[in-house]
T-cell receptor, first 114, second 112 residues
Framework: DTEVTQTPKHLVMGMTNKKSLKCEQHMGHRAMYWYKQKAKKPPELMFVYSYEKLSINESVPSRFSPECPNSSLLNLHLHALQPEDSALYLC?????????????FGQGTRLTVV | KQEVTQIPAALSVPEGENLVLNCSFTDSAIYNLQWFRQDPGKGLTSLLLIQSSQREQTSGRLNASLDKSSGRSTLYIAASQPGDSATYLCAVIGTSGSRLTFGEGTQLTVNP
């Protein structure tokens, strides 16, 4: 099973709402990633968790709050977002046990902030 | 800071053509390079992973090469089909950590 599952697939939220994105993998991967992708642009790294600890934060605004409750789950908590935060949010995972390992991506959550 | 560039930005070819997509990176200290495919509005599908010690990887009609010393990779697609139409992204993982750095992608259209 090489699947990374993201829920929900689509989300529309108001600027005062609080919502969460969820990502799950059962491949035993110990690195998990959040990326943001705008239309016709490459994915931009937001956060990396390694062994359930936050290892990279790409100076993301505090209205995005990541959480890694266990080695299979990754959440992204959203609060007081702006319309410019509308994008495709992608989760990925990768094995850290070996150096040369493949990254697997989920299908993404399409977020619209109104 | 690692920078990844992909050329061309867009490519339109008739069905059946063989084609080459290019990826270059500025820092040769990489663990591996990975090629992805992305259909509109969808996630990324992994196509090929080339480890830093490898020169080439093949999967079906796809062949990827890596020249780490010159900072270049190519993705060769043989006998292209309309179903190959998508955006192709390359990404490198550097030896300094877990970061995947992406190129801007090549948007491929294969016309029937």
């Amino acid at each position: 099973d090489t699947e990374v599952t993201q829920t929900p697939k689509h989300l529309v939220m108001g600027m005062t709402n609080k919502k969460s994105l969820k990502c799950e993998q059962h491949m035993g991967h110990r690195a998990m990633y959040w990326y943001k992708q705008k239309a016709k642009k490459p994915p931009e790294l937001m956060f990396v968790y390694s062994y359930e600890k936050l290892s990279i934060n790409e100076s993301v605004p505090s209205r995005f709050s990541p959480e890694c409750p266990n080695s299979s789950l990754l959440n992204l908590h959203l609060h007081a977002l702006q319309p410019e935060d509308s994008a495709l949010y992608l989760c990925a995972s990768r094995d850290l046990g070996r150096k040369n390992t493949e990254a697997f991506f989920g299908q993404g959550t399409r977020l619209t902030v109104v | 800071k690692q920078e990844v560039t992909q050329i061309p930005a867009a490519l339109s070819v008739p069905e059946g053509e063989n084609l080459v997509l290019n990826c270059s990176f500025t820092d040769s200290a990489i663990y591996n390079l990975q090629w992805f495919r992305q259909d509109p509005g969808k996630g990324l599908t992994s196509l090929l992973l080339i480890q830093s010690s490898q020169r080439e990887q093949t999967s079906g009609r796809l062949n990827a090469s890596l020249d780490k010393s010159s900072g270049r990779s190519t993705l060769y697609i043989a006998a292209s089909q309309p179903g190959d139409s998508a955006t192709y992204l390359c990404a490198v993982i550097g030896t300094s950590g877990s970061r995947l750095t992406f190129g801007e992608g090549t948007q491929l259209t294969v016309n029937p």
